[in-house]
Nanobody, 127 residues
Framework: QVQLVESGGGLVQAGGSLRLSCAAS????????MAWFRQAPGKEREFVAA????????YYADSVNGRFTISRDSSKNTVYLRMNSLKPEETAVYYC????????????????????WGQGTQVTVSS
């Protein structure tokens, strides 16, 4: 059984920062890449950022590029998302996800490529 557990969400003012964490566990856990997605009320779940375990290649949605940073700690099976200059419209539940697929490149942005999902952590940005 693979588990992904997110943490670090909360309430922050516009322009503020948060760091989310996603810890992966499970005897059968194997992963090529991890990603963060977010879903605001009434909207589709959208890609935020992804990182490969091997090589640490990163991919970002245009809307967050330059403000968000995804990183990983392989020794802890943990992925992080540092979010700076947050905007009220980025209020959403943030989910981490894992895929065993390699070499996807920009297709790591597709929800359909991910095998496991966490329960999500709420991020609320006040104006």
């Amino acid at each position: 059984q693979v588990q992904l557990v997110e943490s670090g969400g909360g309430l922050v003012q516009a322009g503020g920062s948060l760091r989310l964490s996603c810890a992966a566990s499970g005897r059968s856990f194997t992963s090529a890449a991890m990603a963060w997605f977010r879903q605001a009320p009434g909207k589709e779940r959208e890609f935020v950022a992804a990182i490969t375990w091997s090589g640490g290649s990163t991919y970002y949605a245009d809307s967050v590029n330059g403000r968000f940073t995804i990183s990983r700690d392989s020794s802890k099976n943990t992925v992080y998302l540092r979010m700076n200059s947050l905007k009220p419209e980025e209020t959403a539940v943030y989910y981490c996800a894992s895929t065993r697929r390699t070499g996807l490149g920009r297709y790591y942005s597709l929800k359909s490529e991910y095998d496991y999902w966490g329960q999500g952590t709420q991020v609320t940005v006040s104006s």
